[in-house]
C-alpha cells in the first residue's frame, strides 16, 4: 500500500487502513456491546451514497441505529457467519465499515471491484465516498463502450 499523502482526509486515510472482519455473529456481537459502551464518543453514522453527516448523532440515535443494523444484518445476511463488518479495533473501535448484504459484490476486494459499504462508523467526519472512490477504469471503459461516455 502506498503512503497516503498529507492533504487526504484522515476519513479516507482510515477507510482504506487495514480493518478486521467480524467473521462469526458472536463477534458481531462483541463489537456492537463495545460500541454501545462508547455510544456518548460522538460517533458519524455515514450511509453511503447519502448526504454526508457533517455532525455526529446523538448517543441515543447511535445505539437505536446499532439495534436497527443488526436486526437487518441478520435478516438479510441469511448465513452461519457474520464476514460484513469490519472494524478498526477490536478492542477500541473508532472506524467501522458495514456492507449491505443486498450489495456485497466481492467486499474484500477479490475480484479487483472495490464495492463501498453500505454504512461506516466513524469517530472524524466523513467524506464523499462515491466521489472520493470513483469507478476503476474497466468500469469507465465498461461505461464507454456500452454508451459512449459519460451521460
Known amino acids: 500500500m502506498s503512503a497516503q499523502p498529507a492533504s ?10 487495514g480493518s478486521t472482519g467480524m467473521l ?8 456492537w456491546a463495545r460500541l454501545r459502551e462508547r455510544a456518548d464518543e460522538h460517533w458519524y453514522v455515514y450511509a453511503v451514497g447519502d448526504v454526508v453527516p457533517q455532525a455526529p448523532v446523538s448517543a441515543e440515535d447511535f445505539r437505536r441505529f446499532l439495534e436497527e443494523v443488526d436486526r ?9 457467519y457474520c464476514g460484513i463488518v469490519y472494524v478498526d479495533d477490536r478492542e477500541a473501535p473508532s472506524f467501522v465499515k458495514i ?34 472512490m470513483p469507478p476503476t477504469g474497466s468500469r469507465r471503459r ?4 456500452l454508451f459512449g461516455g459519460a451521460r
Do not use: I, K
Open 24 to 31: 462469526y455473529w458472536s463477534d458481531l456481537d462483541a463489537l
Open 72 to 80: 437487518l444484518l441478520r435478516q438479510d445476511h441469511d448465513e452461519d
Open 99 to 132: 456492507f449491505d448484504p443486498n450489495n456485497l459484490g466481492s467486499s474484500c476486494g477479490s475480484s479487483g471491484l472495490r464495492v463501498l459499504p453500505g454504512w461506516v462508523l466513524s469517530q472524524v467526519p466523513p467524506v464523499d465516498l462515491e466521489a472520493a
Open 142 to 145: 465498461w461505461w464507454q463502450r
Open 8 to 17: 487526504e482526509p484522515e476519513f479516507l486515510q482510515r477507510f482504506q487502513a
